[in-house]
């Protein structure tokens, strides 16, 4: 078997998808699939191994999409519901396999266990109800996951510690605004790098296109893949053809291996 990584993008939309129920924005008519967009959310796998970064509210349809016969566990970046709404959707998985791991900042488990009381309960559970493994993510801790050492890199979305994490050669950073010099040298050298560019005007806790662009020309990675994409981006194909060579918007099943 290949002993790469497969990646594929499950979603690459901001928090709300593309298209925004009710919307009459162009973009969230557009007939272009490219531009119909799920929350983000990637997979990962090698050798037998089956991760995904992130579980927001399409993860049911993005497993359809994308069938993973197992799921060694979830990666969070953080605790927003576009990345975590998801979670009692893993009761397949969780019913052929047992408990699965979670991998989370403490204070994104925290919150889990806050908003979804019933999967942490010890005491009078409700039968059916999945059940995890949380892992505890730390900066400067390295995770052993399948072989590989992943590197969880900090940066900060306005306020709140995100995650990003680096498999070998592979850097996904998600809902970025701020990130300091020593976490951008963990992520020097990677060939694929993967970050979010909301829109091209300012926000107050995601990269703009300008900034993403420059983040990207900071790391210079062979590739790089914008996420977390909003409609105000503008049409995928349009936004495409200006982007420097190596860069590229995702879509929702982009499969890239490496
Ligand atoms: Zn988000």
Redesign the pocket.
Known sequence: MDEGLKITFLGTG??QGIPIIGSTHPVCLSDDPKDTRL??SVSISWQGNSYVIDCGPDFRQQMLAHPVDRLDGILF??E?A??TAGLDDIRPYFFRQGDIPIYAHERVARSLRRRFDYIFADTNRYPGAPCVDVNLVENNRTIQLGGISVIPISAR?NRIEVFGYRFRDFTYM??VKTIAEEEIDKIRGTKVLVV?ALRKEAHHS?FNLEEALAFVEEIKPETAYFT?ISHLLGFHEEVERELPKGVHLAYDGLEINL
Request: proline residues 0%.
């Open positions: 901001t928090s929350r983000v970046t953080h927003h576009d990345h979305h998600t809902d979010n995601h977390h």
